[in-house]
């Protein structure tokens, strides 16, 4: 922030001072310029009115002292507008052969310089004036203001030339130039050091102010700024210190209610186990036996049997939370060979694949990675028990590839999909896209959620996406050496890449 408001101010001031040099410049250098001509309009005339009072009596230009009349006119002007800059003054008859007089330079050489188009007007009888760069004394070109006007006697025509020289005004106008530049360049940096220094003392506790802030979110919760002063700055920081206790006590307060709830529900699943054991006991002997029972007896054992062993899943998901809550969840990994895993997963889905009418298709690769079996073949289960209830009888597709780092495993079912949004929320704990919908089996809304930390765990990725109507895809990337970290997967998560085939898939794409 500091260099971007420097920045503004440099390039602001200077354009500021850019223009107002301009302007200054061309004001005085227009200023003195004007001086100049208004005296040398005033000489001329002065001139005009001379050389009429002493030529008038001039009958003809064949007169013989008429050469040395005008020769001595020309000095007597020339020498009277010395003070004013030197100007050469030229002078000559008008007619067949005139007669030129010049001073201080040559009137050959005086004649030679004088701008054509200046002739041209005086010639018409105007008068005019004009700057031009010449040469009089053989040197190098220098600027002069050149006048020419008319002069009317009574018997003759004489043309008179002035050419005032540029010199002190020209050093002038450079040195007005390079006084502006100077005094432009050290008042711009004069600006930037000042408005750097301004800066600083603003954005030197704002960066206190970050730094602080990155600390207090990088765990470090008893960071606090230096109150100085009783200004607004003090003042923020007075706030931020607040603010800052303020989500410490929050953020203590969080910790340790999820503490409690960890703890508190790892201890009632470590407590409930004792006495489902007693009553798994019981009812198991009732399950044997329930063939000795009346049909009503009967089917209650069943029904008790079958909510035993969601009981005993729920308290193992549970107590799986736990630990990875608690943070005590840890791999135990040995290279294996990965499709075996995925057709035994497969396997075990036969009876409800078949219940529900689905076919489950394989295309899977030879792959040997570094994992955790029982995670893995947990999150297999979840994958592939979910794709088959939700596949509404269509086919369901399980494709295993690797790439040099990675292995992948995208199952998919062609059923009811997901609705946008519904990506990320399949992962989150309790949650079901149809709470009402019926299922085959009775899950606790927490398979998904193990799933996506035991991928995690891996250092590997679970992701999903879907379609209302067109069905779902989830995809589970893991690294093939332990320790390793997921770069990219070796299979897109789209529908486009489904190798499986059928006309349900077609109709799907």
Not at 194 to 215: H, K, S
């Amino acid at each position: 922030m500091q260099v971007r408001i420097v920045s503004a101010t440099l390039v602001s001031s200077t354009a500021l001072v850019v223009v107002f040099g301009l302007v200054v410049a061309s004001t005085i250098i227009g200023g003195m310029v004007q001086t100049k001509l208004d005296t040398a309009l005033s000489q001329v005339e002065n001139a005009r009115s001379v050389i009429t009072r002493d030529l008038n009596t001039v009958a003809t230009a064949k007169e013989p002292n008429l050469d040395g009349q005008m020769r001595g006119l020309v000095r007597e002007l020339a020498g009277e507008a010395r003070e004013s800059g030197s100007p050469t003054v030229l002078l000559r008859t008008r007619g067949a052969e005139p007669i030129t007089a010049a001073w201080p330079a040559e009137p050959a050489v005086a004649k030679q310089q004088l701008p054509q188009d200046l002739r041209d007007e005086v010639l018409a009888g105007n008068l005019v004036q004009q700057y031009a760069s010449l040469d009089l004394d053989g040197g190098p070109k220098r600027p002069f203001l050149t006048v020419g006007t008319p002069v009317y006697t009574d018997q003759l025509t004489y043309e008179l030339y002035f050419l005032f020289p540029l010199d002190a005004e020209n050093q002038m106008e450079n040195l007005v130039r390079t006084t502006l530049v100077i005094a432009g360049i050290a008042l711009v940096l004069l600006l930037g050091v000042i408005a750097g220094l301004v800066t600083r003392m603003v954005v030197t506790p704002v960066r206190l102010a970050a730094r602080t802030a990155q600390r207090l979110s990088a765990g470090l919760l008893h960071e606090r700024m230096d109150v100085r002063g009783a200004d607004d700055l003090a003042r923020l920081a007075g706030s931020f210190n607040l603010m800052a206790e303020n989500l410490h006590e929050q953020i203590v307060r969080l910790e340790e209610m999820s503490r409690l709830q960890r703890r508190f529900t790892s201890d009632v699943s470590h407590e409930l186990r004792t006495p489902l054991t007693t009553v798994r006991m019981a009812a198991d002997l009732l399950y044997d036996n329930r063939e000795d029972y009346p049909a009503p007896a009967a089917r209650s054992a069943e029904l008790l049997h079958n909510e035993l062993d969601r009981f005993e899943d729920l308290l193992s998901e549970l107590l799986e939370i736990s630990r990875f809550d608690a943070g005590f969840a840890q791999l135990d990994t040995e290279p294996v060979e990965i499709a075996p895993i995925v057709t035994n997963v497969v396997s075990s889905f036969d009876a409800l694949a078949e219940r529900c009418g689905v076919t489950v298709e394989l295309h899977l690769e030879d792959v040997i990675a570094e994992i955790d079996v029982r995670r893995v073949q947990r999150i297999l289960r979840n994958l592939i028990g979910n794709a088959i209830e939700h596949a509404e009888g269509k086919g369901v597709c399980v494709v295993l590839t690797a790439s040099e780092t990675a292995m992948a495993i995208v199952v998919r079912d062609r059923g009811i999909g997901l609705k946008s949004g519904e990506e990320e929320l399949v992962f989150n704990r309790f949650w079901r896209a149809d709470p009402s919908r019926a299922r085959q089996t009775g899950g606790t809304g927490l398979g998904l959620s193990i799933s996506a930390e035991d991928a995690k765990l891996h250092n590997g990725q679970l992701e999903a996406t879907g379609k209302h109507g067109v069905g779902s895809v989830f995809r589970l990337t893991l690294p093939l050496r332990s320790g390793d970290r997921v770069i990219s997967s070796p299979l897109p998560l789209d529908f486009a890449a489904d190798p499986c085939s059928g006309d349900d898939d077609e109709e799907a794409v």
